[in-house]
């Protein structure tokens, strides 16, 4: 009880700084990282070279990327932002791209053939196709992003980090489940939201098929 | 309706379509047909600009298309596909609207049409307008492709080999169906395939071509009779060997080469008859040339006297079948009754001919290898 009484507050502030960290960057990486990857579905020859770069650039380890953007920007929450935004990216850029290449040629040759315009092709056929693809990409990211957030505290930034870096370093089991608990609570909820907009956004007609 | 002049194409070093010149006329319906890579698909997806020629001009209502906006250009041109395409992501009616929505017909013309549609391919609007089509069957999903490709009611609908991934049954169907729409609605056809029969049942025209040039246009009568070279005639031969064994009747294997004789017949002549002839048995006849029965060398013997007409022995009722009886049936007949072969009588009773065990090998090996006689 006393732990609560102690920290409670503490935690509460915690876990919102978190979950807005981990909100704000994946939705600017949803974003980015659709449009990324239609506009590379249009260009799949330049897709082949522009994947692999992105893919290493997904293996600089978070910390090594935290800690240099902190020395450009400095202390505020962009830092924080735009460095899980840039790791949320990946894992639907990648769903998105092949989602979309996964599209079968005959339903986009129908499409064509009845009259669709490029962008009517994309809107009406080639995005719900894909959409199942795309939303495994953002529940990986998510749970990711979730994860990634504890690296906030590393410059000093808050969210659940900052209970598992003052417990690491104080060697206080009870500081570190109190960080890791709420954020890995944080990951199955968000997760679970996911699935409930994937029963939103995939059309019915293939949520059987895949 | 869609004319093609000085058509060429090229995929690299290949050329697909070599300087291709033809007209089809509105409310026809073609059929183009040839060995695959004959630049017949080439040939059809340039009529809505799928596929953009090199040289030459294509006027498809007297406009030259290239001139003509793409987009526009297809919605006023039904295409359906083998691999039927419909969009999984929407429902039947959704998939027949996809054209009409484009061109801003309301929603209630559009499940006007839908059902009108529907209702033309005997399919409940209730039933399935609201399914998807991962719910249909393949026959199914091929029919609302038809559907979706005439509901704009456009005056030219393409078809890329559209039943060629359907069983034999449905294809049938479909055949038949297609065959009425275009009767009923008059649209210009172009229709490609593989299959002869399938070009000879349903084509008032057809276009063969081989590596990118019309060998012979011609209406199905025209080309059965005068096949312009021999890979033609060879599509032909392959195509009646595929002709649907199921359709066959004892018609097609019965030997007409039958002896037969009237009742008054005297039992001295018939077995003169059947002595010259080596047979064991005559087929008898009625005086109005009906079907009467067989008789027997046995028989004969048992009746023991020579004189006398043939009937005044009782004909033994052998197994008979009709003559646009399936031919299966009447194999399964001759087998089982132990008989030495099948009476086939014309729809009056009369006798057509007998199915003999070797009359029917022969005529199979007709059906495989071509005329064996």
Redesign the interface.
Known sequence: MSFFETYGDRLITAFQIHLFYVLTSVVIGFVIALLLGILLSRVPQYAKVVMPLLSVFQTIPGIVFIGILFLYLGMIPATVISALAVYAIFPILKNTYTGLLDVKKEYIEAAKGCGMTPLQTLIEVELPLASPSIITGLRMSTIYTVSWAVLAAMIGLGGLGEFIYIGIASNNDQLILAGAIPSAIMAIILSLLIDVLRRAVVPKGIRSVK | MIRFENVNKKYGNSVILDDLNFNIEAGEFVVLIGPSGCGKTTTLKSI?R?IKPDQGKIFVNGQEISQVNP?????KIG?V?Q?????????IEQNIG??PK?LKYDKKEIQKITRDLMEMVDMSYEEYAHK???ELSGGQQQRIGVL?ALAASPPIV?MDEPFGALDPMTRATLQKEIANLHKKLKKTIVFVTHDMNEALDLADKIVFMEHGKIVQMATPEEMLANPASPLIRDFMRKSALAADTLNLTAADFLSANVISVQKKKSIRECTDLMARHHIDSLVIKNEDQTYAGVVTIKDIKKHGKSSGVIGEIEPYQNITSDILENAKDSFDKLYSSGDNYVVVLNNDQTIAGIITKTSMATAMADTLWGDMQ
């Open positions: 809505n799928l987009v526009k250009l297809r919605r295409y596909i691999q039927i395409g419909l969009f999984p992501n929407m429902t996809v054209v484009r998807y089509p991962s979706r393409l």
